[in-house]
């Protein structure tokens, strides 16, 4: 069988489900309120968040942190593109508010990496110029600018303070008062592609909580009475926790007094096992409970920098440069020196400079606490060559990294750097720089925007950069970084063009991490308003948007003339099936591939280039473990399948029964035709569906409505659960004698309706407007008006019924359901039940399509009580809306920072790109935890290789088969040039031949040219723009064995 990227033009080709257009219907901030994030009460509790807008920051940090961090004010010193990289990310991040300062004034060194000041600002004061820029990303934060130099006095007002730009005697000064005062002490530089951070948070800094993770439960089948206690979980999951976690536990039988205990430290013993200590003096444990994680405050003890300095901790960046943190903690201590002592840094790749540099480190290694036994001479050169540069990209990853840290150290949330982080990307630099290095003057230039930049890559590789062709698909949280960086470096700023496209448009949620995005620009569409504001940064920057969805719809767009002129592509998507599917491109027009994506603090960098490395599409995660449909159906014991049950009854109720009916009153034959095709049971469960919705269920009337709302409540959480129970009453054993309602199954009990509770009156009132949306009824907003037609609806008592059958597994359902089928007279007997088309003459009917993000519909309102309804039938925990959100809407949560050190990451790979590297050691492929931290970093995989008799191949590999043949010729071509018997042939879906063809139709398509035998066989013809299509052949060898080959692509004549 051959192998191919899924075809790149085929009829049937699948492409990834559309983003919607949406309008917002909150489209500002709250303006008129005085900084709520910010304003205290009286009782000193702060304002509401505003989870509209930090919706998505919020299920990273919580609103605990969340509340921390907006009682804290920051100062942050140094505004050139590291200072302003960290002022972003945090006043995006919603504290009480941030100073910058600098005392300064802008440069042409500056334009390279610092994005919110222009040409026009140079002579400026930088933190002036940017004050305005930072007040617009968030209006909660207010931002001022300070220029006079810093004083102890000064810094008292601060919680925490960041320090970029300062001397070594003014960071140990100032970290020393910080220490002794209990203010949070931040350094952060970076020097060309060299960068480090230092993290002082005091003698007893508490992390509440050190990873992020949702704490972990599960369910326990038995435990121990002992001098150390063994707890044995059921073995349907395994339980997850380490040695050293502490628990506690809920529902135990027996053994009460474990029931909300004080939190117990475990020693794992197994995947299903684990013990807690001596237990021996409790009661006899009977059956059930669950244990529950709880996360424990842990207090962490910093050094001042000048003691650590001496006594330096380091976190390591790469594993694979394990040696470089204490060289280079050395080495930028000895550059501070050589400042002090030529009032400059060295001079771009000069010797003398670095001569005078390498003896220095030297001189001050020998007698440093820290001292390095075996200093890396190449790595101390390079250090000094590129020093004085300044790149977007390296600021971006050290900012990223800094303003997480200025975010724990406001709230505990998440462990810090404890205490050194050193960081470099001296693999961005050309093969061997220092044997092959240019003369010195290739890395000079004075007063333009990029000199910064050529100090350490050269005026060659800048021009390069400026004529290079990307396509960056998307234009939310990363492509918004990415359009950033690439105007700082200049790609595309002489000759090259940047193409960005995205067909969405902005929501007030984007505005907490897509940086280019203001409160004016929600309802736009972001690939314009993104593009708009790059080029604003970089006037010089050629950047092309684009609203179209990548997709075989748009291949006529993105076709071969397009990717063919292209360097490259960088993908900023928030979906698998849209990465695989340029994926897929990519790998079909040997285009290399910058490939991220986050979730949350942890952010991953893939690099793909064509011929050496594995594609993204080469490995996959592992499908997300699905619900079975029992357990969501009768069995739930947890809030996420409460949640999941009320998200497919939002659609069972408001939008399939809608979308049948609109396709029955377009066509009706063909509807009916289509439905009595289906499978099993399904033809009748359908038009049942559509008599309800067109005729049982029509709602005339608003209060017609509240009518059904109130009957379905009483349906669903009253008659069902009382059924329920008579099926398996709650004393009920199982054959082998054990409790029915033990385990995973917990025993239900129905709920009663009543006007008086809040939860069931928020169920009616949200059904019921939502239905009388769904049929163009004027809905009713008025809550009391909704409780009244509620009490008054008259319910029928309900009784349970002998001969029901309720399945206990999904093995059960699926047998009943093959068993099942459909009588052909009761299905006509439903058909001929339907209205005439004349009768549904003016019918208004029309789908729901399930919105989160805007609080007005009541989409949410109904998930949420409805699930919690349901939770409270089996006495699952209740979740509230914002949590509820998260669950049922699949939300990815972000954060600014993680996005900008992600980002980041991609760009250094994009300078290894546009350099040529061919050596796969250069490149990195990354995975971070901002939270932890950790940070990983690995040579990309190979591009595995295959083999069809003497030839070798991977994925990049395929037979080029140039001018039209026929069918024939093209069999024959094969055997002659490559000694295969093509045994199958096909495009896309379609089967263009086979060896068990007839041979009569066989025959007929010999004769066929091969573009006429596809627009015969797909009955569609080749569009315009396609010059070349796919083949996909099996074929047997000389000696007759199957191999496996690579794909066709056969190039049309002109």
């Not at 930090?54 to 921390?68: D, P, T």
């Not at 600098?102 to 994005?115: I, K």
């Not at 061919?918 to 990983?936: H, I, Q, R, S, W």
């Amino acid at each position: 069988m051959s192998s191919l990227p899924e075809t790149i033009w085929s009829h049937e080709s699948k492409s990834p489900s559309p983003k919607r257009r949406k309008i917002q219907s909150e489209t500002k901030l709250d303006s008129d309120r005085a900084h709520p994030l910010t304003t205290m009460e009286a009782n000193g509790s702060v304002h509401e968040i505003d989870e509209g807008l930090y919706s998505r920051q919020l299920y990273v940090l919580g609103h605990e942190a969340m509340k921390k961090m907006a009682s804290s004010n920051i100062l942050i010193s140094g505004l050139r593109g590291l200072g302003v990289e960290i002022a972003k990310n945090v006043v995006l991040g919603g504290v009480k508010s941030v100073t910058i300062h600098d005392t300064g004034n802008v440069e042409w060194s500056d334009l390279s990496s610092q994005f919110f000041v222009s040409e026009h600002d140079v002579g400026k004061n930088r933190a002036e110029v940017s004050e305005s820029h930072l007040s617009e990303l968030n209006p909660y934060v207010p931002v001022k600018s300070h220029t006079a130099s810093l004083t102890e006095s000064f810094l008292e007002q601060f919680q925490v303070v960041v320090l970029t730009e300062s001397s070594v005697e003014e960071q140990v000064r100032l970290g020393e008062y910080c220490h002794t005062m209990g203010i949070k002490f931040i350094m952060a530089e970076t020097k060309g592609l060299f960068g480090r951070v230092f993290c002082d948070f005091g003698d007893d800094f508490v992390v509440t909580d050190a990873n992020g993770e949702t704490p972990l439960s599960a369910m326990v089948s038995a435990v121990t009475k002992d001098s150390d206690g063994v707890v044995t979980c059921i073995d349907d999951q395994r339980h997850g926790f380490e040695t050293g976690d502490y628990v506690t536990f809920t529902e135990v039988k027996g053994m009460t007094e474990l029931n909300n205990c004080q939190p117990r430290q475990i020693r794992v013993l197994g995947p299903y096992t684990f013990s807690i200590g001596d237990t021996s003096a409790l009661s006899e444990y009977v059956r059930g409970g669950i244990a529950h994680q709880v996360k424990m405050p842990q207090t962490t003890h910093f050094k001042s920098m000048k003691a650590s300095m001496a006594s330096p901790d380091f976190v390591i960046s790469d594993f694979a440069k394990m040696e470089r943190p204490g060289v280079l903690h050395v080495a930028f201590e000895v550059l501070d020196r050589f400042r002090q002592s030529h009032q400059r840094l060295p001079r771009p790749w000069n010797e003398e400079d670095t001569n005078e540099f390498l003896r220095l480190f030297k001189e001050v290694n020998e007698g440093h606490p820290a001292r390095v036994e075996e200093a890396d001479e190449k790595l101390l050169k390079l250090f000094s060559f590129v020093c004085c540069g300044d790149v977007c990209p390296m600021q971006a990853v050290i900012g990223g990294i800094s303003a997480q840290e200025v975010m724990k150290a406001c709230s505990g949330k998440f462990q810090p750097i404890h205490q050194w982080f050193y960081f470099d990307a001296t693999e961005c630099l050309h093969t061997d720089p220092l044997s092959t290095k240019p003369p010195e003057t290739t890395f000079q230039s004075e007063q333009q925007r990029y000199q910064s930049q050529i100090a350490i890559f050269g005026k060659d590789f800048q021009d390069k950069l400026a004529r290079q062709n990307y396509f960056v698909v998307g234009a939310g949280a990363i492509g918004c970084e990415l359009l950033k960086n690439l105007s700082m470096m200049g790609v595309s700023c002489g000759g090259g063009t940047v193409y960005v496209t995205d067909m969405d448009t902005i929501e007030k949620s984007n505005l907490n991490r897509q940086f280019l995005f203001r409160p004016w620009d929600v309802q736009k569409v972001k690939s314009d308003v993104a593009a708009a504001a790059s080029k604003k940064m970089n006037p010089h920057f050629h950047v092309v948007a684009h609203q179209n969805r990548v997709g075989s719809e748009t291949e006529h767009v993105y076709d071969d003339g397009f990717f063919e002129k292209l360097d490259a592509v960088a993908n900023a998507l928030d979906n698998i099936d849209a990465r695989m599917y340029m994926d897929r491109r990519c790998v079909y027009y040997r285009k290399p591939l910058l490939e991220s994506g986050t979730l949350g603090t942890k952010g991953n960098v893939q690099v793909v280039i064509p011929h050496l490395t594995e594609s993204y599409s080469s490995s996959q995660d592992p499908p997300e473990k699905s619900i079975p449909i029992c357990t969501l159906k009768n069995f739930p014991n947890a809030i996420e399948h409460t949640l999941q049950w009320a998200r497919d009854m939002f659609e069972g109720v408001f939008t399939q029964p809608a979308d049948s009916a609109q396709q029955y009153l377009s066509d009706p034959q063909r509807y009916l035709e289509r439905t009595v095709k289906l499978g099993g049971s399904q033809p009748f469960e359908e038009l049942n569906t559509l008599k309800r919705a067109l005729v049982d269920e029509r709602p005339r009337l608003f209060e017609d409505c509240v009518n059904w709302a109130r009957k379905h409540f009483e349906a669903n959480f009253n008659n069902q659960i009382r059924q329920l129970l008579f099926n398996f009453p709650p004393d009920q054993l199982t054959s082998s004698g054990v409790p029915f309602w033990s385990g995973p199954k917990r025993c239900p009990h129905h709920v009663v309706f009543d006007v008086s509770i809040p939860l069931h009156v928020d169920y009616v009132f949200a059904a019921a407007n939502l239905k009388a949306e769904m049929y163009g009824i004027p809905q009713n907003r008025d809550r009391a008006a909704v409780s009244s037609m509620a009490s008054a609806v008259a319910v029928v008592e309900f009784t349970p019924r002998a001969g029901v059958t309720i399945h206990v597994n999904d093995s059960e359902a699926e047998a009943s359901s093959n068993h099942g089928g459909t009588d052909h007279d009761d299905l006509e007997s439903v058909a001929k039940s339907l209205p005439s088309m004349e009768q549904l003459k003016g019918t208004v009917i029309r789908p729901l399509s399930f919105e989160k993000d805007d609080d007005s519909n009541l989409h949410m309102d109904f998930i949420v009580a409805c699930s919690n309804l349901r939770a409270e039938n089996y006495d699952i925990p209740p979740a509230d809306k914002h949590k509820s959100k998260l669950i049922a809407g699949r939300i990815i949560p972000a954060i600014a920072t993680t996005t900008s050190l992600v980002v980041g990451l991609v760009c250094l790979e994009m300078y290894k790109l546009v350099q040529g590297h061919d050596n796969m050691e250069t490149y990195k492929n990354g995975f971070v935890n901002l939270a932890l931290p950790f940070f990983g970093f690995s040579e990309p995989i190979s591009a595995p290789k295959l083999k069809f008799q003497e030839t070798e191949w991977s994925l990049w590999d395929r037979f080029e088969v140039t001018g039209e043949m026929t069918l024939r010729g093209f069999l024959d071509y094969f055997h002659k040039e490559h000694q295969l018997e093509i045994t199958m042939l096909s495009q896309g879906v379609s089967m263009l031949y086979s060896f068990f063809m007839p041979k009569a139709k066989v025959n007929e398509r010999m004769q066929m040219k091969m573009s006429q035998l596809v627009e015969v066989v797909t009955k569609k013809p080749i569009p315009s723009y396609v010059k070349a299509l796919v083949f996909e052949i099996c074929c047997n060898d000389k000696d007759g064995e199957d191999v496996e080959v690579p794909y066709v692509r056969y190039t049309l004549e002109k």
